[in-house]
Every structure is written in C-alpha cells, then in structure tokens.
C-alpha cells in the first residue's frame, strides 16, 4: 500500500494535473526579450511569478511520481521545497513523508492566494499535518530556523534563485542528500555549481527537465 496509490490521492492528482494543464500561461506572449530577462534576472522573479499567481505550474506527473520514489526509497525523514504553488509537488513528497512513518517538509512561496490553495489541497490529500509552509520569499524564510538535517531538496521557485537557495540549505544537507532541480537549464551557474568536480556534488541531468545531484559530503 502507498499514500501515493492510495485514495483519496489519484483521483485529486488526477483532478489538479487536469486543472493545471487546462490552465496554462500564455507565456509566448510575452516579447520574448522580456520573458528572458523575467526568468533570468535575480530582481525580476516577484514580478514574474506574481504575474503567473493564478496558475499551478506543477512539476509534471512523471517528476512527480519521481520525487515520492525518491523520498520513499532514500527514507527521507526532513524535507525542503522550494516552490509550493498548488502544491502538486508538495502532495507526492508529504506522501512519502506519510509512508516513510512521519517526517517534516518546509515548503516556501511568497503568493498568499496560492499558499491558501495549496494548504486546501494538502487538507483534501489528508497530508497537512506533515506540511510547514512558510509564507514569504525564501530567500528570507529559509535564512533561519532549519532542521539540523536536510534528507531531501526541490527546488522549484524562481530559477535565478537556485545557486543562493542552495548556500542557504547547505551545510544542512546530510552526505548522500538528493536535489532535485526542476527546470534547472534556467539557472546556468546553479547547474555549474553541482556539475563541478570539486564542489561536493555528484549531478546528472535526469529526463528532459530535471537535475538530480547528490551531496557527497
Ligand atoms: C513552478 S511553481 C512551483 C510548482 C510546485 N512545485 C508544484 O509542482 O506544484 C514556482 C512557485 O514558486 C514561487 N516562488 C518563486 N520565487 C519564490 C521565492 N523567492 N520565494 C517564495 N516563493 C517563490 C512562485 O510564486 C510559484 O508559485
């Protein structure tokens, strides 16, 4: 039996990942020149994902499903997200959380709307109780108060962000913690950062759209 498997889960997965793809930004309609520097400014990132606060941006199903098998089978006790949105991603690692027999997952983002969506979904999903969503820009909330181990990390807010989210949860992550970095070929110094060879990852581009590295110690 899993969480993940098991109702009330597929059917509201199911039900989010129609509503997120029936409901997605017009992003080319952007100057494609502005939608750059959107994505890849370190200033522009509220601006951005203000403009996008009423849509899900999910992981897809697949690094989803990913992410819970990779919590599960790490036994993943304390996590932290970067990202929550809807909190798609936030039901698969809470899942593995409840199937790895409790644990902890800090989530972070800074839209209230969303946060208040997001905190449905994990009622309806029957995982809040494993859940901390800190409200506010990561950047802040995640500069105190962490766990004394970090078991796992996903990355998925602002791209630009990764490389001084990762220095903020760093000397947290245990030897053999996961990241995983979603859309991580928008954050080119995050991506050789923990591809280089002497930075205490070992990192592999996982499927089309994730980065997947481990803290060596
Ligand atoms: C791609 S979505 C996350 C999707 C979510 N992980 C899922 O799979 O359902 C990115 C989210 O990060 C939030 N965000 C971006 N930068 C942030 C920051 N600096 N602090 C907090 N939240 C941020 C955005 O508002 C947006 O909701």
Known sequence: MSTLTTAPLPALLARLFAEAEAKRPELEDLPADELHTLMHSKTGYLDLYTRLKDFALPVSPETGRLLYMLARSSQAKTIVEFGTSFGLST?????????NGGGRLITCEFEPSKVAIARKNL???GLLDLVEIRVGDALQTLSSDLPEQIDLVLLDGAKPL????????????????????DNADHSPEYLERVRSAHGGYLSLPFADDVELSLRTG
């Open 91 to 99: 039901l698969h690692l809470a899942a593995a959380l409840r199937d």
């Open 123 to 125: 009622q309806d999903g």
């Open 162 to 181: 990764y490389p001084a989210i990762l220095d903020l949860l760093r000397s947290r992550l245990k030897a053999g913690a996961l990241i995983v970095a």
